[in-house]
C-alpha cells in the first residue's frame, strides 16, 4: 500500500514563502516520478512542478523563478519551496507519485496567501 503524506502548507502574506514536504511509503519512491498539483473550487486539478526519477524538473509558466521542487530519495521526500507568494496561487496542493503506470495521491494541504 502506497501513502503520500503531505505537510507545511497554510496562510502566507503575499510576497511570503512555504515549503511543503511529501513522505512517501511504500517501496516506490526512488522509482517514481513525482509532482505537485494544485487545485481550486470549482477547477480542474492543474500540475504546478514535477521531477523525475533523475532530478529533471518541469515547471507551469507561473511558477518559473518562484517555486523549487526537488527530492531526497534517502528520505522517500519530495519537496515544493515556494517563494514569492501571491493570492491566485491560494489552492488545495497534492502531491503526486506516478510509477509503473500507478498514480498516487496525497490527501492535499491547503495553501492561503492573504493578507
Known amino acids: 500500500q502506497v501513502q503520500l503524506v503531505e505537510s507545511g502548507g497554510g496562510l502566507v502574506q503575499p510576497g511570503g514563502s512555504l515549503r511543503l514536504s511529501c513522505v512517501a511509503s511504500g517501496n516506490i519512491f526512488s522509482s517514481s516520478v513525482m509532482g505537485w498539483y494544485r487545485q481550486t473550487p470549482g477547477n480542474q486539478r492543474e500540475v504546478v512542478a514535477s521531477?523525475?526519477?533523475?532530478?529533471?524538473?518541469n515547471y507551469i509558466n507561473s511558477a518559473k523563478g518562484r517555486f523549487t521542487i526537488s527530492r531526497v530519495n534517502a528520505k522517500n521526500t519530495v519537496y515544493l519551496q515556494m517563494n514569492n507568494l501571491r493570492p491566485e496561487d491560494t489552492a488545495v496542493y497534492y502531491c503526486?507519485?506516478?510509477?509503473?503506470?500507478?498514480?498516487?495521491w496525497g490527501q492535499g494541504t491547503q495553501v492561503t496567501v492573504s493578507s
Open positions: 521531477i523525475a526519477p533523475g532530478g529533471l524538473t
Open positions: 503526486n507519485a506516478v510509477v509503473r503506470a500507478q498514480t498516487y
